[in-house]
């Protein structure tokens, strides 16, 4: 007999929170506000359903991670190819659409140094 432990509803929704980081802080680095709205429409990362177990949520969690440590680091360089692709395989294992190649990342991170976005978070905000 094997015991499992299902995901949590915290685990879910820390997975929807580093979606939404990507979206906002590592897609508008990479990319055009129009690409960016595409990627919503074609469900880019948007889980198609709860993950099964404990084990399954922390692999994306982690995967997710990782991708992003890869993506905001000042210097893109070819030796973290082969750790970006794993961890993308590892999410569309678990459903999740991600369908960038390392490379794009690369020639995109030059042209895109200082554009805004819409999507960006902003850098402050009223509170009243």
């Known amino acids: 007999m094997k015991i499992v432990f299902a995901s949590t509803p915290s685990q879910e929704e820390e997975i ?4 939404g980081y990507i979206y906002s802080n590592i897609f508008p680095v990479y990319f055009t506000d129009e690409e960016i709205c595409q990627f919503e429409k074609l469900r880019v990362l948007q889980p198609t359903e709860d993950f099964n177990t404990l084990k399954d949520a922390f692999q994306v969690m982690t ?8 993506l905001e680091s000042t210097q893109l360089d070819e ?10 395989t590892i999410l569309q294992e678990f459903g999740l659409f991600f369908p960038f190649e390392y490379e794009q990342f690369l020639e995109t991170k030059c042209m895109r140094s200082m554009m805004l976005s819409v999507y960006s978070k902003a850098d402050n905000e009223l509170i009243i």
């Not at 995967?63 to 890869?70: D, E, F, N, P, V």
């Not at 030796?79 to 993308?88: D, E, G, I, R, S």
């Open 63 to 70: 995967s997710m991670r990782t991708l992003i440590s890869i």
């Open 79 to 88: 030796q973290y190819a082969a750790v970006f692709n794993k961890n993308v």
């Open 16 to 19: 929807n929170d580093l979606v």
